[in-house]
């Protein structure tokens, strides 16, 4: 994580990076500035945000649907899939997925999971470009930073339920000894699945397992996180055991790999440790091992309601 102030003001950079020579040029009359190149257009920022939310249509595109941000450098194409590390990893741009090609307002594509894909794109503002899958009749929307002046925090606390699926479990590793006696003192492991229902978790009191692959779980409920006012570091985690006793906390984050879990009603702190961490790119774990059962791959969710594309297919 790397804390950094959001400014309002968006310029095209000066230094822009192309990944290929030709010169089809593009118009682009925001803020007086001259035709470019698409390649120009995706190198003058070296973040681009997808706004998942914004998304119009009722297709996926697996890699941008996981993706925090994406970034386009020399022909190579780079993601923020997780927020572990997120701001310093690649220096702010995350990791290597694939590479692009770009020409007449066609950006194609080839990653390293999912293979190739194909884009028409269209620049909507300063900052703002669309990018139209007509295989799947869907549109992302994408809007540029630089790292010197894009929010990691914010888009990190925005989406800690992500954060707290990219381990195989998280092992109790610090009990406070003021607190009352309660329940969850007996828990010692907890994992928040990612795949098709985003708040399912499990619990487990088994202890010094090493392996997450060998904890058996003993419980299987439903969770939630929710915000504080006035507090965008602090959050509230609540485990539904069952219908009548929730486990509520304040849900703080230590670093990239702890969490503090305050429980109010004991007055009790416990502390977390995630074990096996989980590198997404898409249908892979840590190891490289293709993801079965449980394990599914995390996907980012859209908020909003799934709307048709009023975009029209120009290459059909």
């Known amino acids: 994580m790397k804390t950094m102030k959001l400014l309002l003001g968006f310029v095209l950079s000066a230094t822009l990076l192309t990944s290929c020579y030709r010169e089809e040029v593009i118009v682009n009359d925001y803020n007086n500035q001259p035709g470019i190149t698409l390649n120009q257009l995706l190198g003058s920022y070296e973040l681009w945000y997808v706004d998942i939310n914004q998304t119009l249509g009722t297709g996926e595109t697996p890699f941008l649907q996981i993706a925090f941000t994406i970034s386009f450098r020399n022909g190579i194409v780079y993601a923020n899939n997780n927020l572990v590390g997120f701001g310093s990893s690649g220096n702010g741009i995350g990791i290597d997925v694939g590479t692009y090609d770009a020409y007449n307002m066609i950006l194609d594509v080839y990653h390293d999971i999912d293979g190739f894909e194909t884009f028409d794109v269209y620049q909507l503002d300063a900052n703002t470009i669309e ?87 003993d419980y299987t409920g439903i969770y939630g996180v929710g915000d504080i006012s006035n507090n965008m570091y602090l959050k509230t ?80």
């Open 131 to 217: 990018l139209y899958n007509p295989f799947n009749d869907t549109s992302y929307f994408l809007h540029g930073y630089q790292r010197s002046t894009f929010d990691y925090d914010f888009v990190f606390y925005d989406n800690i339920h992500y954060f707290l699926q990219e381990y195989e479990a998280w092992e109790k590793t610090y009990t406070s000894q003021m607190g009352a006696i309660n329940e969850f003192d007996n828990e010692n492991y907890l994992q928040f699945l990612a795949g098709g229902n985003d708040s399912v978790f499990r619990s487990s009191q088994d202890t010094n397992i090493g392996n997450p692959d060998n904890i058996y779980w």
């Open 237 to 316: 985690l609540t485990l539904d055991y069952d219908f009548f006793d929730n486990e509520f906390f304040e849900l703080s984050v230590i670093n990239d790999q702890r969490i503090e879990l305050y429980h109010p009603s004991s007055g009790t702190v416990y502390e977390f440790t995630g074990r096996g961490y989980i590198q997404f790119l898409r249908e892979t774990d840590a190891q490289g091992r293709k993801i079965e059962g449980s394990k599914q791959p995390k996907k980012r969710k859209q908020k909003t309601p799934k709307k048709e594309n009023p975009r029209v297919n120009s290459r059909s």
